[in-house]
């Protein structure tokens, strides 16, 4: 039984799958109706939010959001100055006049529609089709859905594929762009442990903030305003301060961001041998840059602040899959799969005799591909020159009807566009940028032949030109910068701007990388689905149901609290407690816990969050659960659905179930709401975020 209820923990489900996991929902303990689950409009599913790369959820019915403070950390950078450093020292709005503004960055996406679309989306699409003729076609049939979903202008809709292209669904989201910093603790109760901690276990992260949703008066999305009022919504999590214990079910919800479980063993190696070490590899001598040329400069330190954070997560995740590649040999593991998924396809009638070549072909390619695609991603680093490079490609783009256009440049993306030229207000110091981009060519040129980009070589300045090019560009300014949008391409063709004028040359190769991987794309969207058909059937053969991979859409994972052992004579309990965080305090950065904190534990003022069973508050906790990146903030749920816990991390042993998911040792770590409830009411005194919120305390001990 323990071995078939790890089993079970496995999956990223589409909410409409879980009527089909009934009996294993009710077998570990959840006892919210599947179909309830399924439903969109319903509690709980109608109170879980994307932020647009993490996850959260509704806590009030005035428009109150929570999710990790990793997940807030652009809003609370945003507004963080050297004088008031509210990354440092945390920020509460008393009220909410107070409250900050997130930035154009900061978003709130509700989802009330899924639907399946794949009929759509394929007619008139032939086998017969070369890949980019193909991929032309299934891209126009995207958007004259996505244009037709977007009538009302109040919702962003998508169609992402599943399956690698074997469905399609729309998705559509009431998009909120007016998002307020409500409350965020100091940083190190939110990111307590830093770096070093980060993917460890144990863990003592208070990794939570507040946000949030305005809109207009009539009730719809608006542009940020002071006349806007909070978003009213329709259902909220209630919040449980009742906790959990080993063995307990949860219930998880969010937007996972990418999984890779349906890959091929020769990914998997090229990702082993190849692209990870080379990924490893250009963040840490991007973030040496970063670190050499903010060093003494505290305002240039705070502007590189979140964007050294996301790299750092970046780099140890990928070297984590690195260290579990070499733990545990996945690609053996996938290589006996893979011949027993062959033996079975091979044996029945009426399959493709050449499919499985033809997959094997087109998969190498992609390979190839993808090492280009590396060393161009090397020799763009820099702000100014991506600056350049979207404005330009704008340009271009806007001459063209709306429907022709490509992707990421239509009308509809004009505000996004605008927000990320716009941000580097916030994060961009000339000096640095220059390091950054004359070290990055450096490095390309260092790079193995078959990750040059072909014809892009003889494009690219010499390293000693590259002063002379910040010298002579406008585009570091705020204001120039976005006076570029809406111009057209012949005035940035004339431009003396050296940033555009490099944009400008830059650019026909760019587009020309970019067509070799639509006809790749293409190509990989005829033969992948029919594989995925094939492998869906074998799983069905045996009595399995299957889950798409994670593509950023809403899914649902559930699981119970669990220890485990990651190595042989070691088991890791599934709590740690704040005891924990003054085991671990030395005073200096990252484990520099506000003395305020310290003084409440010393105290032991542990009130109600006082744990029966730990006999002190606990921080936070592990779970079976199946999650991944973008999972980050995700509702952790009991049993009846309320919110117990928030998810923020994985341990450094389950970094690889990106690939192959091992139920022996893959844990989530989740932050135990307890925490936050008592660091909000013994140590930040946030006693008007607790009174908005509705909490169900246990029953006092008679």
Same mark, same amino acid.
């Given at each position: 039984?323990?071995?078939?209820?790890?089993?079970?923990?496995?999956?990223?489900?589409?909410?409409?799958?879980?009527?089909?996991? +009934?009996?294993?929902? %009710?077998?570990?303990?959840?006892?919210?109706?599947?179909?309830?689950?399924?439903?969109?409009?319903?509690?709980?599913?109608?109170?879980?939010?994307?932020?647009? &790369?993490?996850?959260?959820?509704?806590?009030?019915?005035? &428009?109150?959001?929570?999710?990790?403070?990793?997940? /807030?950390?652009?809003?609370?950078?945003?507004?963080?100055?050297?004088?008031?450093? #509210?990354?440092?020292?945390? $920020?509460?709005?008393?009220?909410?006049?107070?409250?900050?503004?997130?930035?154009?960055?900061?978003?709130?996406?509700?989802?009330? +529609?899924?639907?399946?679309?794949?009929?759509?989306?394929?007619?008139?699409?032939?086998?017969?089709?070369?890949?980019?003729?193909?991929?032309?076609?299934?891209?126009?049939?995207?958007?004259?859905?996505?244009?037709?979903?977007?009538?009302?202008?109040?919702?962003?809709?998508?169609?992402?594929?599943?399956?690698?292209?074997?469905?399609?669904?729309?998705?559509?989201?009431?998009?909120?762009? =007016?998002?307020?910093?409500?409350?965020?603790?100091?940083?190190?109760?939110?990111?307590?442990?830093?770096?070093?901690?980060?993917?460890?276990?144990?863990?003592?992260?208070?990794? $939570?903030?507040?946000?949030?949703?305005?809109?207009?008066?009539?009730?719809?999305?608006?542009?940020?305003?002071?006349?806007?009022?909070?978003?009213?919504?329709?259902?909220?999590?209630?919040?449980?301060?009742?906790?959990?214990?080993?063995?307990?079910?949860?219930?998880?919800?969010? #937007?996972?961001?990418?999984?890779?479980?349906?890959?091929?063993?020769?990914?998997?190696?090229? /990702?082993?041998?190849?692209?990870?070490? /080379?990924?490893?590899?250009?963040?840490?001598?991007?973030?040496?840059?970063? /670190?050499?040329?903010? +060093?003494?400069n505290p305002a240039a330190a705070v502007r590189y602040a979140s964007v050294d954070k996301s790299m750092n997560n970046v780099m140890k995740k990928t070297q984590g899959l690195l260290d579990g590649f070499a733990r545990k040999d996945i690609a053996a593991i996938k290589d006996v799969q893979d011949a027993e998924f062959r033996a079975w396809y091979n044996k029945q009638a009426?399959?493709?005799?050449?499919?499985?070549?033809?997959?094997?072909?087109?998969?190498?390619?992609?390979?190839?591909?993808?090492?280009?695609?590396?060393? $161009?991603?090397?020799?763009?680093?820099? =702000?100014?020159?991506?600056?350049?490079?979207?404005?330009?490609?704008?340009?271009?783009?806007?001459?063209?009807?709306?429907?022709?256009?490509?992707?990421?440049?239509?009308?509809?993306?004009?505000?996004?566009?605008?927000?990320?030229?716009?941000?580097?207000?916030?994060?961009?110091?000339?000096?640095?940028?220059?390091?950054?981009?004359?070290?990055?060519?450096?490095? $390309?040129?260092?790079?193995? %032949?078959? *990750?040059?980009?072909?014809? *892009?070589?003889?494009?690219?300045?010499?390293?000693?030109?590259?002063?002379?090019?910040?010298?002579?560009?406008?585009?570091?300014?705020?204001?120039?910068?976005?006076?570029?949008?809406?111009?057209?391409?012949?005035?940035?063709?004339?431009?003396?701007?050296?940033?555009?004028?490099?944009?400008?040359?830059?650019?026909?190769?760019?587009?020309?990388?970019?067509?070799?991987?639509?006809?790749?794309?293409?190509?990989?969207?005829?033969?992948?689905?029919?594989? *995925?058909?094939?492998?869906?059937?074998?799983?069905?053969?045996?009595?399995?149901?299957?889950?798409?991979?994670?593509?950023?859409?809403?899914?649902?994972?559930?699981?119970?609290?669990?220890?485990?052992?990651?190595?042989?004579?070691?088991?890791?309990?599934?709590?740690?407690?704040?005891?924990?965080?003054?085991?671990?305090?030395?005073?200096? =950065?990252?484990?520099?816990?506000?003395?305020?904190?310290?003084?409440?534990? %010393?105290? +032991?003022?542990?009130?109600?969050?006082?744990?029966?069973?730990? &006999?002190?508050?606990?921080?936070?906790?592990?779970?079976?659960?199946?999650?991944?990146?973008?999972?980050?903030?995700?509702?952790?749920?009991?049993?009846?659905?309320?919110?117990?816990?928030?998810?923020?991390?994985?341990?450094?042993?389950?970094?690889?179930?990106?690939?192959?998911?091992?139920?022996?040792?893959?844990?989530?770590?989740?932050?135990?709401?307890?925490? *936050?409830?008592?660091?909000?009411?013994?140590?930040?005194?946030?006693?008007?975020?607790?009174?908005?919120?509705?909490?169900?305390?246990?029953?006092?001990?008679?």
């Amino acid at each position: 039984m323990a071995a078939t209820a790890a089993q079970a923990d496995e999956g990223q489900w589409q909410p409409y799958q879980l009527p089909q996991l +009934k009996s294993e929902l %009710k077998r570990i303990g959840i006892t919210i109706p599947a179909e309830k689950l399924a439903d969109l409009s319903k509690h709980p599913m109608s109170a879980i939010v994307s932020l647009g &790369g993490c996850s959260a959820s509704f806590v009030s019915d005035a &428009g109150l959001v929570v999710t990790n403070h990793h997940c /807030a950390y652009g809003a609370i950078q945003r507004n963080a100055t050297p004088e008031h450093n #509210y990354i440092v020292d945390g $920020y509460l709005a008393k009220t909410r006049a107070e409250e900050l503004p997130g930035g154009p960055n900061t978003l709130v996406y509700v989802t009330d +529609k899924v639907e399946n679309v794949t009929e759509r989306v394929l007619k008139g699409v032939s086998d017969t089709m070369s890949g980019k003729q193909r991929h032309d076609a299934v891209e126009k049939s995207i958007k004259a859905l996505i244009a037709e979903c977007e009538s009302d202008k109040i919702y962003r809709c998508s169609v992402p594929a599943f399956h690698r292209g074997l469905e399609y669904y729309r998705i559509r989201q009431m998009m909120i762009r =007016d998002v307020r910093l409500v409350y965020a603790p100091a940083d190190m109760i939110g990111n307590f442990g830093g770096d070093i901690d980060n993917y460890e276990w144990p863990r003592q992260g208070g990794d $939570y903030s507040f946000l949030r949703a305005y809109v207009g008066k009539d009730g719809r999305p608006a542009d940020p305003s002071p006349d806007n009022v909070p978003y009213h919504s329709k259902d909220f999590l209630v919040v449980s301060a009742a906790g959990l214990k080993n063995g307990d079910p949860v219930l998880l919800a969010g #937007y996972p961001g990418r999984t890779s479980r349906y890959k091929l063993p020769s990914e998997i190696r090229a /990702a082993r041998d190849s692209a990870y070490p /080379a990924k490893v590899a250009e963040i840490q001598a991007d973030l040496d840059v970063i /670190a050499a040329a903010t +060093k003494g400069n505290p305002a240039a330190a705070v502007r590189y602040a979140s964007v050294d954070k996301s790299m750092n997560n970046v780099m140890k995740k990928t070297q984590g899959l690195l260290d579990g590649f070499a733990r545990k040999d996945i690609a053996a593991i996938k290589d006996v799969q893979d011949a027993e998924f062959r033996a079975w396809y091979n044996k029945q009638a009426g399959v493709s005799k050449t499919l499985l070549a033809e997959l094997d072909a087109v998969i190498a390619a992609d390979l190839a591909l993808s090492d280009e695609e590396f060393g $161009y991603s090397v020799a763009t680093t820099g =702000d100014l020159l991506k600056s350049g490079s979207t404005l330009y490609r704008l340009a271009r783009e806007s001459a063209k009807p709306d429907a022709e256009r490509e992707t990421g440049y239509q009308q509809r993306d004009l505000t996004f566009i605008k927000a990320r030229l716009n941000r580097l207000e916030q994060s961009y110091v000339g000096s640095v940028d220059q390091a950054r981009f004359v070290a990055a060519l450096q490095r $390309y040129a260092k790079l193995p %032949k078959s *990750m040059h980009v072909s014809g *892009m070589d003889a494009l690219l300045p010499a390293v000693d030109a590259v002063p002379a090019l910040y010298a002579k560009s406008e585009l570091g300014d705020t204001a120039k910068r976005l006076a570029w949008v809406g111009k057209d391409a012949a005035a940035m063709a004339a431009s003396t701007d050296a940033f555009v004028q490099l944009a400008v040359k830059l650019d026909d190769v760019t587009q020309l990388l970019k067509e070799r991987r639509k006809e790749l794309d293409g190509n990989l969207e005829r033969v992948i689905p029919q594989y *995925m058909q094939a492998v869906i059937a074998w799983k069905k053969s045996q009595g399995k149901p299957v889950y798409p991979d994670a593509n950023s859409t809403l899914r649902v994972t559930y699981g119970t609290v669990s220890p485990y052992s990651p190595k042989d004579g070691i088991t890791k309990g599934p709590f740690t407690t704040v005891e924990g965080i003054v085991e671990k305090n030395t005073g200096k =950065d990252p484990f520099n816990a506000p003395q305020k904190l310290l003084d409440a534990i %010393k105290a +032991k003022r542990y009130g109600q969050f006082k744990d029966p069973v730990l &006999g002190t508050v606990p921080v936070d906790f592990l779970t079976s659960a199946d999650t991944t990146g973008g999972n980050s903030g995700s509702a952790v749920m009991n049993r009846n659905g309320e919110l117990i816990g928030l998810n923020f991390d994985s341990t450094y042993e389950s970094i690889t179930k990106d690939w192959y998911f091992d139920t022996a040792i893959t844990r989530a770590i989740h932050m135990d709401i307890r925490y *936050m409830l008592w660091v909000m009411a013994e140590v930040d005194h946030a006693d008007n975020v607790l009174r908005e919120m509705t909490i169900k305390y246990p029953a006092k001990s008679k």
